[in-house]
């Protein structure tokens, strides 16, 4: 199995800064692509940013500038540093993992919990 535990979220005030952080662990052989999607109330759960395990990016158009998505591929970890936060960004938060767990195997899709972030006055 593959877990990934995520942490960092939480209330912050509009203008505000979060770090979430997303530590894999279990049976991996590789880990790929790394990224986070978000999902409000009432709609879809949507790409925030992603990362390559050679260390390119995607940001989703709200978030250029304000958001940072890396990486430490010896902790199996990935954060999202989050600056200038804005009420649109409330959404619960999940990590996606791209990995194999075996050589042989299929390079397969892993979720986190999610962990909601609240930006609110």
């Known amino acids: 199995q593959v877990q990934l535990v995520e942490s960092g979220g939480g209330l912050v005030q509009p203008g505000g800064s979060l770090r979430l952080s997303c530590a894999a662990s279990?049976?991996?052989?590789?880990?790929?692509?790394m990224g986070w999607y978000r999902q409000a109330p009432g709609k879809e759960r949507e790409l925030v940013a992603a990362?390559?395990?050679?260390?390119?990016?995607n940001y989703a158009d709200p978030v250029k500038g304000r958001f940072t998505i890396s990486r430490d591929n010896a902790k199996k970890t990935v954060y999202l540093q989050m600056n200038s936060l804005k009420p649109e960004d409330t959404a619960v938060y999940y990590c996606?993992?791209?990995?194999?767990?075996?050589?042989?195997?299929?390079?397969?899709?892993?979720w986190g919990q999610g962990t909601q972030v609240t930006v609110s006055s």
């Open positions: 990362i390559t395990s050679d260390g390119s990016t």
């Open positions: 996606n993992v791209r990995a194999k767990r075996y050589t042989w195997s299929n390079i397969d899709t892993y």
């Open positions: 279990g049976s991996i052989f590789s880990i790929y692509a």
